[in-house]
Structures are given as structure tokens and as C-alpha cells.
């Protein structure tokens, strides 16, 4: 069966510090991978998607930037937070091979700027 | 892309009680998926309905959708107080993306 792993859970980060979180899939191949984030009392926002190695579309122009280095690695970073980067970052794939393209959630990460 | 937008933000009823949460979207979809999300956790896939269809069920959950008034609602029946969890539809396009909205709260009281 398949999953999906994100790390860490919680972080808390200074302003103009880095970031760096990761997701990864096990039992899937060729997944299409995506980062959203969520805002207290909000919806999802898709941050970034990826239909394979080193291809990256980004949805929404902020101080984020994603990279695919592998099939099933997917990374979400910044070199320098802001206060508003804060939020609860989920990490999603799904099926390329999928009609319907159902999408599943990794556990998340909450990520607070201080 | 598409959007859905949930109604109502809020509910709250009591256990035993069915809980009617509705959807809607304003361009053509090819599926439309319902989503839930227990707090501070990520989304659970959990039924989905295509353009074709009407009406779908899964154990305690029915979903309908009008593609002429490009609406859907999904009714949980005798619900349960682990059923307390914010509900997201999620209409699809054309594309592989999906877009959420803001969500339904449902809040279940024992």
C-alpha cells in the first residue's frame, strides 16, 4: 500500500531564516506531488505541483520555491521566512495513471515564524 | 482551475443527527471530490462523484451533484461525534488540479 511521510511535524522558525520540508511516497511510482498550504480558519492553497523529476509548477508567486530531486521526493523550501509564511504545509499525490485523480494527504507540517 | 465553496462555514448538531453540507462550483468538472480533515491533520479522501452521475453512496455518506445548477451536497447519516472534522468538496476540470475551498466545520455534540 502506498504512503506518504512528511518531516517534520512542527517547526518553529525565526524570520529570514531557511526552510527546508520534505515529503516523500513509498509504494507508488511517477506520483504527481504537490505542496499546499493552509491558513488558520482557511482553505488550501496549492503552492506547487509536479508531474515528474525536476518539473515544477508554481500557482501562487511568493518566497517559496519546490524542487522533485527524485520520482517520489518532493521538497518545499525558502531562503529567508517571513511572518507570513506561517501555516500548515500538506504535502498530497496523486495516481498519473488515475481517471480521476483522487489525491492523498500526508500528515502535514505546522510551521510558525517567529 | 476549478474552486468549490462550501455552505454552510459552520454546523452543529447532535449525535444521531444527519448533516447536509453543500457545494458550489461555477465551471464544468469532470469529477467532484469530498475531502475531510480532522484538526490539525491532513485530508482524507472520501468519495467521489462523477459528471455523469447523480448520486453516490458509501456506508453512511451520500453524495449527490447537479451539473445543471453546478451544485453537489453530501449528507452523513446518523452521524457520530468522530464524524467532527472540517469538510472540503473539491470540483475537477480538465486538469489534474485540484482546488479546495474554505470548508465546512462540522461540529457533532455527544
Known amino acids: 500500500s502506498q504512503t506518504i511521510h512528511q518531516w517534520p511535524a512542527t517547526l518553529v522558525q525565526p524570520v529570514g531564516s531557511p526552510l527546508s520540508l520534505e515529503c516523500t511516497v513509498e509504494g507508488t511510482s511517477n506520483p504527481n506531488l504537490y505542496w499546499y498550504r493552509q491558513a488558520a480558519g482557511r482553505g488550501l492553497q496549492l503552492l506547487f505541483y509536479?508531474?515528474?523529476?525536476?518539473?515544477i509548477s508554481s500557482e501562487v508567486p511568493q518566497n517559496l520555491s519546490a524542487s522533485r530531486p527524485q520520482d517520489r521526493q518532493f521538497i518545499l523550501s525558502s531562503k529567508k521566512l517571513l511572518l507570513s509564511d506561517s501555516g500548515f504545509y500538506l504535502c498530497?499525490?496523486?495516481?498519473?495513471?488515475?481517471?480521476?485523480?483522487?489525491?492523498?494527504f500526508g500528515p502535514g507540517t505546522r510551521l510558525t515564524v517567529t | 482551475s476549478q474552486q468549490g465553496e462550501e455552505d454552510p462555514q459552520a454546523l452543529s448538531i447532535q449525535e444521531g443527527e444527519n448533516a447536509t453540507m453543500n457545494c458550489s462550483y461555477k465551471t464544468s468538472i469532470n469529477n467532484l471530490q469530498w475531502y475531510r480533515q480532522n484538526s490539525g491533520r491532513g485530508l482524507v479522501h472520501l468519495i467521489l462523484i462523477r459528471s455523469n452521475e447523480r448520486e453516490k453512496h458509501s456506508g453512511r455518506l451520500r453524495v449527490t451533484l447537479d451539473t445543471s445548477k453546478k451544485s453537489s451536497s453530501l449528507l452523513i447519516t446518523a452521524s457520530r461525534a468522530a464524524d467532527t472534522a472540517s469538510y472540503f468538496c473539491a470540483p475537477r476540470g480538465s486538469n489534474y488540479k485540484l482546488t479546495f475551498g474554505k470548508g465546512t466545520l462540522l461540529t457533532v455534540n455527544p
Open positions: 509536479s508531474v515528474g523529476i525536476g518539473q
Open positions: 498530497a499525490w496523486s495516481n498519473r495513471d488515475s481517471r480521476f485523480y483522487e489525491q492523498y
